[in-house]
């Protein structure tokens, strides 16, 4: 079984993308999708009336969408292989830009939106780097001058990520990323199976329930205006 | 690979929304072509140009392939926006970014390693041309009209991007000036193909696709035989231009009868 974990930030077309997957591999493969989400989603309940495939969701609620994802990973896995899936695709909520939900064994897509503005590839840093294919949607509504700048900025955060360009409603171009598809293992062995990258760190006094504001209120691990580099370490 | 390279694309037919196979020769696109593309909305006019722009290889829902030079492209000039031999304007492609109209170009033109000082300002010159509202280098690109903004945009395609082919679908709604657009392409040795419902656009072009049910139902070139309507329609489309720009002046348009 194939495994596809697709992130990228909100209505950046990440179901769309989805769509064109099942859409293309209909018929050949049997699919699996489970969607995670944070309090609301329908996207498992959209693509199983549309393509009757078993289709799932797990709410994260007060926990990070993400480490929901790598927390049910293995059940999941166990469950798309009781449906004898030949592919496995994953979709992640797309909140935080810091997020990374990658792992071993898999085919990483971020999906991002062309309207986003040009810099935006630069605010999602780690989203981007760890992943192995790019998919930029919406490439039909912005200017070319648009479009070659963002690829630029995406290249200057992933030198090697494959971009492949959509306007994902319509499904032109994606044939790039369907031949990454056809090309990825199997998963070899599910055990094995590890995050690509380090997570954002998971615990800060504000995650634990301290609602105060200003460093002055928090321990651990903290962050002032001036004089700190990306982390600075507090009493 | 420089696009300058790029000697001719070839359409190969592929079938409509039935699947029946369409019935059309190759279409082949030598630089100054002009092509206009036309039939019922929902005939798949759009489609025929995302076939294009994506260099279909009998991948896409209408089965058609797309070569450049007799051959299958490289997939690099197919991927990377700024070695592809093409440039699609639609109606709804837009500048987004709030920057002035010089930066935007600048952007451009850097991203593109030109090292050309000027191209900025004859890229604003030329789609001066194409507007009768003018575009100054100072303004910014999100408080420009519809019309400067598809002149901005089809200026860059031809002198910063350089295509050698340029996908038009349906601009001449922006109001500009589609005669101009046409001979200045020409000039520049560009092909086009438009994708309207214009009739003034249609009668310009070298050759005219007819679209229906998903598929190429016929090729007409007029080679002439139109040219009487052709210059009547140009003489009532300036006409009209006149009117459209008198009412803009606020004038009463008080006239007896058509005047010429």
Same mark, same amino acid.
């Given at each position: ?12 077309? =990440? ?19 489970? =969607? ?23 709410? %994260? ?9 790598? !927390? ?12 004898? /899936? ?13 997020? %990374? ?12 939106? /062309?309207? %986003? ?6 605010? !999602? ?5 760890? /992943? ?55 998963? !070899? ?20 329930? =301290? ?25 | ?65 797309? #070569? ?34 010089? +930066? ?46 598809? +002149? ?47 009739? #003034? ?25 139109? #040219? ?5 329609? +140009?003489?009532?489309? +300036?006409? #009209? ?20």
């Amino acid at each position: 079984m194939k495994l596809i974990i697709i992130a990228g930030p909100p209505s950046a077309g =990440k179901t769309a993308v989805t769509r064109q997957i099942i859409r293309t591999f209909y018929g050949t493969k049997k699919i699996t999708f489970l =969607k995670i989400d944070v309090v609301r989603a329908f996207e498992d309940e959209e693509l199983r009336e549309e393509f009757g495939i078993p289709a799932r969701k797990i709410y %994260s609620g007060d926990l990070c969408p993400d480490h929901t994802g790598i !927390m049910v990973l293995q059940d999941a896995i166990s469950w798309a292989e009781s449906e004898r /899936a030949d592919i496995f695709i994953v979709e992640s909520a797309g909140l935080c830009l810091r997020c %990374s939900p990658y792992v071993t064994q898999s085919l990483g897509v971020v999906v991002l939106s /062309a309207v %986003s503005g040009m810099n935006s590839p630069l605010k !999602m840093g780690p989203m981007i780097a760890l /992943a192995d294919v790019a998919v930029v949607t919406k490439t039909d509504l912005v200017s070319q001058s648009e479009k070659e700048v963002f690829r630029e900025k995406t290249r200057e955060v992933a030198p090697q990520i494959d971009i492949v360009e959509t306007n994902a409603v319509q499904g032109t171009g994606l044939r790039y990323l369907m031949r990454s598809i056809e090309a990825l293992a199997d998963i !070899m062995d599910k055990k094995t199976i590890t995050l690509r990258g380090i997570p954002p760190l998971g615990v800060c006094t504000i995650c634990v329930g =301290k609602r105060e504001t200003g460093w002055q209120n928090h321990f651990g691990i903290i962050r002032k205006l001036d004089g700190a580099d990306d982390l600075y370490r507090g009493d | 690979m420089n696009s300058c390279t790029i000697t001719e694309i070839t359409i190969l037919p592929g079938h409509d929304k039935s699947g029946n196979p369409e019935q059309f020769e190759p279409i082949v696109l030598r630089p100054g072509d002009t092509i206009s593309i036309v039939g019922p909305t929902g005939s798949g006019k759009t489609a025929f140009i995302n076939d294009i722009e994506v260099f279909a290889q009998n991948d896409t829902s209408t089965g058609r392939t797309v #070569l450049v030079n007799g051959k299958t492209p490289p997939e690099e000039i197919i991927r990377d926006p700024s070695k592809k031999p093409i440039a699609l304007i639609t109606q709804n492609t837009k500048c987004l970014a709030d920057m002035t109209v010089e +930066a935007f170009l600048a952007m451009h033109v850097k991203a593109r390693r030109i090292a050309t000082p000027d191209l900025v300002f004859e890229t604003i010159a030329l789609a001066n041309q194409f507007t009768g509202e003018q575009i100054q280098a100072g303004c910014r690109i999100s408080a420009l009209s519809g019309g400067q903004t598809r +002149a901005l945009m089809v200026a860059d395609a031809i002198l910063i991007s350089n295509a050698p082919l340029i996908l038009l679908d349906e601009v001449e709604n922006a109001g500009i000036f589609r005669e101009k657009v046409i001979e200045v392409l020409k000039e520049h040795y560009k092909s086009v193909i438009f994708v309207t419902h214009d009739p #003034l656009v249609s009668l310009m072009s070298d050759r005219r696709i007819v679209m229906r049910h998903g598929g190429v139902e016929k090729i007409l070139q007029p080679e002439g035989r139109e #040219l009487h309507i052709r210059e009547m329609v +140009a003489r009532m489309d +300036a006409t #009209l231009c006149r009117f459209r720009e008198r009412i803009r002046a606020g004038e009463l348009l008080t006239e007896q009868g058509f005047p010429v």
